[in-house]
Structure formats: C-alpha cells, structure tokens
C-alpha cells in the first residue's frame, strides 16, 4: 500500500531527530479544520503513548491507550456527522468502515492490558496503534477529501 510505504519512510526520517513516532505531512490533511484538529489529536495520543513504551514505561498504559480509544470513537461519530450534514453520498460505506475497526480497537486495549507484564505485547501495541491510526483512520479518510473541498466548520 503506497501509503503505508510513504508513512513508514516518514516515521523513519523523524525518529532520528525528535523521536516522534508519527507526524502528519500536508498530503494526510483534509482542509477542514475540524477534523484536522482530530487527527491531530490522535496523533498526539499516539506519539506520547509510544514515546512512553519506548523508554519502558508502562504505568497509566492502559488509560492512554482507553483515551486514545474513546476519542477515536468520538471522532468518528463527529466526521460522521459532518458528513451526513454536506450531503456526502458514501456517508454510509465510510461509517461502516469506522464500524469495522471496533474488533481492531479491542485487540488494541488486549495488548494495552498485557503491556506491563510483556515485551511483545509492548512491541505490537506500538506497531498495532501507528498503523491504525495511520492505515485505517486517516489514510481511509483521502477517499471524501475532495467532496469536502477546504469546508470549513
Ligand atoms: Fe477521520
Ligand atoms: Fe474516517
């Protein structure tokens, strides 16, 4: 997947420097403010859960990765609106989508839950949260970038 290609050669280049395990070039941006301000959000959860992991601590894992969790779900449902109110036809394709990801998000909490006691539980929650968020929650959402045009909420 081009995208995932495209993060992966992102993610690299910055850890050197800031150790940021994710950061959002311009392509992933929808020109909406709302939502942007989401995804930025989620960015953030995401690096500082990771940024935790990677110097071993685990304590309040399981809270920031619930967080993390609950605001994805909120966020959904804000985009989801958002649609349905400019009159998006896929609006329905688009929450099924975000539907779909639920058993993603609960096998993310299963490792979130084990993080403390296990190493490869650690390593798969930091690879597991960067492609979701990445793959499935902002890659996905380019397909109505176009429709929305730079709307502004
Ligand atoms: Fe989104
Ligand atoms: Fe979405």
Do not use: W
Not at 2 to 24: C, H, P, S, W
Not at 38 to 51: C, G, K, S, W
Not at 62 to 74: H, L, Q, S, Y
Not at 130 to 150: E, N, Q, R, Y
């Amino acid at each position: 997947m081009v995208a995932k290609e495209i993060f992966l050669n992102q993610t690299t280049a910055n850890r050197g420097a800031d150790k940021k395990m994710v950061e959002l070039s311009e392509n992933f941006t929808l020109e909406c403010d709302e939502l942007d301000k989401d995804h930025e959000r989620l960015v953030e959860m995401v690096n500082e859960i990771t940024a935790k992991l990677e110097e071993g601590i685990t304590e309040n894992c399981e809270d920031t990765v619930r967080a993390f969790i609950n605001f994805t779900k909120g966020h959904f449902n804000r985009e989801e609106q958002f649609l349905i109110k400019l009159g998006y036809p896929d609006v329905s394709k688009h929450r099924k989508h975000h539907h779909e990801l639920y058993e993603k998000m609960d096998h993310i909490m299963e490792f979130a839950r084990s993080a403390s006691a296990n190493e490869l539980a650690r390593k798969s929650l930091k690879k597991e949260l960067v492609f979701f968020l990445m793959d499935d929650v902002i890659t996905t959402d380019l397909d109505f970038k176009s429709f929305i045009g730079g709307e502004k909420t």
